[in-house]
Structure formats: C-alpha cells, structure tokens
C-alpha cells in the first residue's frame, strides 16, 4: 500500500501501544472544541481572563501584547501564546499558574487559531551547504577521506542564525558560482587522474636528504648524508624540489630510517625532558593547489636516542600532494627558552651564537615507492563512471550511457532524454574544441556539477515524492547523497512505504555514517562552533587550557556523549542531569575525576562521584567555557545560553536605555548584589526573573568549566535561586528541576531536529505534528533514538 503521510504517522510498533489515547489527542489538537466539552474546563476567554489579561490587557499591555479582545487576536499573536505556553514561559511563575488541564486546553486552542493563516512560505529549493558540498562530491566521484577535499575551494556559508541548512541563507552568487566551477574541475581530475585506460607504473624515489626544506631553516641541520629537524609541533620537513607532489594518486610505501638525537646537549633540558623524541608522518597539499595548504597527520613513531630505527608502512596519497616528516613533541620555541636561560645565566650568551643543537629527529633515509592500485580501473573511476570498465568515449552510444548514468547519480533523481541533450551538445563542442575525450568528459561532468540540479534539492509543496524523500533522509542523517540502496528503493516507490521507511531509517542511524549527523547537529544546536571565539588568558591562571590541549578535547565529549544518547537510546534527560560523561586525561585532570587509562588522548566513560556536580550538558566545559568571556564568567550569557539555546526560549533584546552591567574590579560588590540592584528596574525584572537563577547556578564553574567555590579570597559564590516556582540550592538541585518536567526541552529539541533537516522554520500546522510527538515521547520515557525515529517517520519529513 502507498504511503501518504497523514498528520499522525507513527510506526506500527509504536501506534498499537499508544492505541486509542494517541487518537484521542490528535483529534483534540485538530478541534480544541470537542476537547473542551469534553474536559468540561472554563472557556479560553476566562482561562485568558484569569491568567493573562491583567499583564496583557486595555489598561496594560506587556509587550504591546493585548489578549482581552479576541477579535484583535491575529494569528500571530496565537502563536506566540501557544510557544509561551509550552515553553513554560508564561505566565511568570510569580504569578498564579494554570492547571496542567487548563494549559494543554489553552495550548492547543492558540495552535488551532495560528493555524488559521498558517503556510510554508519558503521556497521548495536548498542549496547544498559547504560541508554537504564536500560530502556529495567525495561520494559522486568516490574520492577517498584523505586531504583532498572539494569543499575547501567553496566560500564559507555566511548563516546569520540557525542551522547551516536554513535555505533562506543559502544563497548564490556570480563568485560562488565560479567557485562551484573550479572545484568540481579540481575534484573530477582527482578522480579521473590520467586519459590513460592503462594503470600507471609505479617507480621508487630516494629523497635528496640535502635538498630537504621545512618550516625554520634555522632548525635544520644538513649534512652529507642525513638531515636534522629539531622544531616541534606543525613545523615540516619535505622534499624541496619542485617535483616532490604526486602525479598520480594511489597507495605508496614510505620507508624512513630515523634516530633521536642531541637530547642532552645543553645544560639546560628542553622539551620533551621526558619520554621518547616522536616523529611525526603526514600528508599535505602543494600551496598552489590548496586555499588553506592544508596537511593532515597519519603516523607518529616513538624514536630511540642515538639508534637508527627503519619504519615502512602504506599509506594513501593523493594527486597533488606530499608527504612530510615533523618532530610532533618538540620544543615549540626552543630559541625563547634560550634567551630566557642566558637571562637567568644559565646558558652562556655564546650559546646564541652557535648554531642550534636541542632534541631533534635525525633522517638518514627517506623513499616512496608507488603509486599501487589494488584494483583496475580505480574506485574513482568505477564509481564516476558508475562501470566496472572503462568507457570507450569513441563510441557515441557509449558516450550517451555515460554521461545519462552520471546525471542520474549528480541530480539525484530520474532524468530524461530531454534534460540531456544540453549536455550531449556541450560534450560534442568540448571534444571539437580539443580532440580529447577525455578532457571533454571532465568538462562536461563539471558543467553538471555546477548546475541548479546538483547544487540544490529540489522539493515541491505538500507530500514528498520518493527521490525528494531519499534525498531528504540521505542530508539529514548523512550529509550527503543517498547510496545505492535509497535510489533503488526510491526508483521502486517502496520508499513511500510506512514499514520501508521506518526500516531506513533504522538502518541509516546505526550506519557509522551517522556520525555526520551527531557532529553537525550537535555543534550547531549546542552553538560548539563558537568554542575558541573568546579564548582563554594563555599566561594566568587558565594555562592548563592550553597545556593540556583543552579546546579539542571539550569539543570531542560533548560529541561522543550526544552520540551516546541517541545510539543507546537513552532518554533525553541525560542532557539535562546524568552521571557520567567521555573525558581523555586533561578532562579528568579538570574534572578532578579518576580515569583509568594513561593515555592522554584516550577518551573513555567515566562515572562521576556522588560529590562531582558534573553531570549533563551543564557539566560539560565545552558549554561552560563558551558561555564565559575568557577572563570572567556572566550570569546572565550563562543564563541567556540555557534559555535559548538549550531550552528554546530566547529572551527578548534589552531595552535601549538600559545601561550595561560595569564589573566590579576591587571586588567589593559580588555579581549577585550587581544584578539584584540591576533586575530592580522594572524593564529588567521579567527577563532577568527568567535568566539568573540559571546563571547563579553555573557559577560555581569558572571560565574553563573548573569547579569552584569563591572568586576570590573575599568573595564566596552563591548559587541558590528559584526557577519555575521551585528553589534551588546548587546546580545539582537546579538539574533535577529541569528533568523533572522535560517536556519543554524535547519541544525545543523535536523543533531543532526538524529545523535542521527541513531547511526552513516551523510553522503553526508543523506545531501540531511537534506536540503530538511531544506526548508520544513521553510514552516511552523520552528515548532519543525513538524521538528522532518518530521524526523521520512523521509528516515533519515526508512533507514539504
């Protein structure tokens, strides 16, 4: 039977357990009237009456807002009533408060008035995202994970607010078309890299050890036959002579012969003064190639002192690039230590003079041989040609074949004799232009790749079809194009199915491909990608920030922990208060929790004490340290971030006339007293009634998420509040409050999800598919993974 998405779609499983209690409340939600007879509750205009006019009535009007006259009431207006009912929002809790009954009648009320003028505005196209971009590209032309990468010649997607899939902000431009040009020329040459139908030769290259360039020539030593580096970190040795990148890409194997040498030769130590020199093996792009020169590193080697190791291994390089050697734990700026101990005369001046000899990764050999192919013809040319043979572009049948397969991948759905004749046309032109085929090919195929069918996804109003619904599923779990199997399924129709459709989905959440989805939606939802806009001091007392190399790691917990609700499908109170999380070493450190491994960049779960407040988004430093400044943490960005962010209720802009907050510098006046004085202004006391009792909460971490009890010697931080009535002593209690009724939160969430993967905002008709998924969450205790399985299956998905 053919799926039409109703405004109830769950799946089989789930709909015999809710039974009739879920119809009930869907029709309930379609006509608030019958609800309301049947409730036998007071009318809206006495709950408005009751609860609302007397803030928003003819004699005041908070807001401008007036709900006294509902002949005045605008769908708007409704709306804005119901997002404020179910966001707990209102009325404020100083303030006598609904029953649950009375609220779920208003509620559902607003959204049957909102509905009214309700309609999806935005138009039915969404250009791919820069990282969508790069993702389709890679498996179109089945262009390996390695350093290349087609997004990198795309302009940055300028998204003002929202997700990076908000295609009211995707737009296009003359320059970025150009861009889209280039790229897809660039990316089709990795992939179709020789005209050639034969595999290419491999040959051995002994690098010129005296020849050898890198970063500092102050830090390499040359000699007869081997070389020296001794700078630390990024800093690179290569081959220097013009030829030193691939023409081919392929498999290649590097033998290096490498020793640690010089530890000791200073009577100072310089890094590392411990353990064994590393050496460092990496891939990089050639600078005229690369916007970014962008490197990647693959191995690390632990080398012994004063004895020669030989290394040999395989590894993938790409056309156009090469590789490099580095000294991964060496001293950063080992000529500022020096300075520094001819200061304290440690190190007599003439030791400037010399020419340097720190810790540094001695190479007495260093080959490539390559490039090897597993398999003829490549990967990238099986999957760009879609043929496990190479065509033969002499032949014009063939030609047709070819360039019809590949259109049918690059625009994602089926296409026509008609929709190819421009290409056929341009692909005689190239070839007459030219006499090669093969480069008519790549031109062609990049013509294709800049056209509106690749770059944007197209969906029509209402009802999805089943190649725009593949599509849709394939970017929001995956970021990138449908494989084989959504085609297929498409192509058949059975992907409009209620059982195929819950079954993919199932499928496409546990494919390691899913991750694309975690990282993405969690760093933009959880605003991740700000981290490092306001960096901590390097020189005080936030050092360990950089010592332990803080920034990655805080980003990689919240993703590892976002990961882990939804593939064990824990309930989303996790988010809001648990017991555990994912540290490395440094993490642990800052945590003051114990780990077990000694590996410091090993991440594992760990079980927080009773004791450790750490638990949930709250606990986690990434978000503690994106919501301070660097110096000092705020209540109030604190509290503005829980609001918006996590509980999606943002707070109005503050008035004009209201002055900003002046931090107290001799610390006589705690923050507390600050903002008590500040909220006695009437044009504050709402929003700050809202906000800090979340950021007094926080206050007991500092800018890095560090626990703590006092800013200073003389100042003791309070963390007590209220919030939704309800008091609080500390964070933990605050925690609790919060997942008591985590109703608002799965809202805002379910909201998000679906923002994200629809490209446009919801409209007052999604609303009613959001609370009904709302309610059906609850049934089963909130679980993530059910959560997002119930999207994906709903009318939020399969309709425009």
Known sequence: MKYTPPKKTIPSSRARRLGLKALSLFICLATPTVAVAADDIPSHQQLLQKYCVQCHGIQKMKGDVRLDDGSKMTPAIWKNVYEQLAGQTMPPDNKPQPTGTERTHLMKLALNRAQQESAVTSTGFRRLNKRE???????????????????????????DEGFDTDAESLVISNELLLEYMGAAEKSLRQA????????????????????????????????????????GGKAKLYDGQPSRTMNYPGRYTVTVTASGVDRNFYPIRLQPEKGPLVMGFGVAQDATESVSGKDVLLKTFELQDDTEQTFQFDTWIDKGHFPYLSFVNGPGKPITQIRSNIRRRKLEPSAMKELYRGPGIKITKFEIEGPFHDQWPPESYVTTYDSTTIPRLEDKTEREWLIGRFATRAFRRPVSRQDMAPYFDFLEKKHAANGDWHEAVIRTFAAMMSSPDFLYLRETPGVLDAHALANRLSYFFWSTMPDLELFALAKSGQLTHLSVLTTQVEKMLTDRRSKQFCNSFADQWLALEKLGSMPPDSKGEFR?????????????????????????????????????SFVNKGLAELYRVPMQSNDASEFQRVIFPASVKRGGLLGHASILTLSANGVETSPIERGVWVLADLLGTPLPPPPKAVPALTPDLNGAVTVREMLEKHRSDPACMECHRRMDPLGFALEAFDPIGRFRTQYSETQTIS????????????????????ASDIRPFTRNLIIRLAEYAKGRKLDAADYVTVQLLVDQAGENDFKFRDILLSIATSDLMTNR
């Not at 050639?196 to 002994?206: L, Y």
């Not at 690098?207 to 700078?231: A, C, F």
């Not at 963390?719 to 919060?738: C, H, M, P, Q, S």
């Open 133 to 159: 971009y790069g993702n389709t590209v890679r498996d179109l032309l089945g262009l390996r994970r390695g350093t290349f990468d087609p997004g990198e010649y795309i302009y940055a997607d300028e998204i």
């Open 192 to 231: 179709l890299f020789s005209a050639d139908s034969q595999k290419p030769a491999s040959h051995r290259r002994k690098i010129n050890l005296d020849k050898v360039k890198g970063t500092s020539g102050r830090y390499i030593n040359h000699h007869k036959e081997h070389v020296i580096g001794r700078s």
């Open 544 to 580: 360990v920030y950089y010592r332990q190399n803080l920034e990655p790691a805080m980003i990689e917990e919240t993703r590892r922990f976002f990961q882990h609700v939804l593939y064990e499908n824990q309930s989303v109170r996790d988010f809001i208060d648990s017991d555990y």
């Open 719 to 738: 963390t007590d509040g209220n919030y939704l009535g309800k008091n609080f002593a500390d964070v933990a209690e605050l925690k609790r409050i919060l």
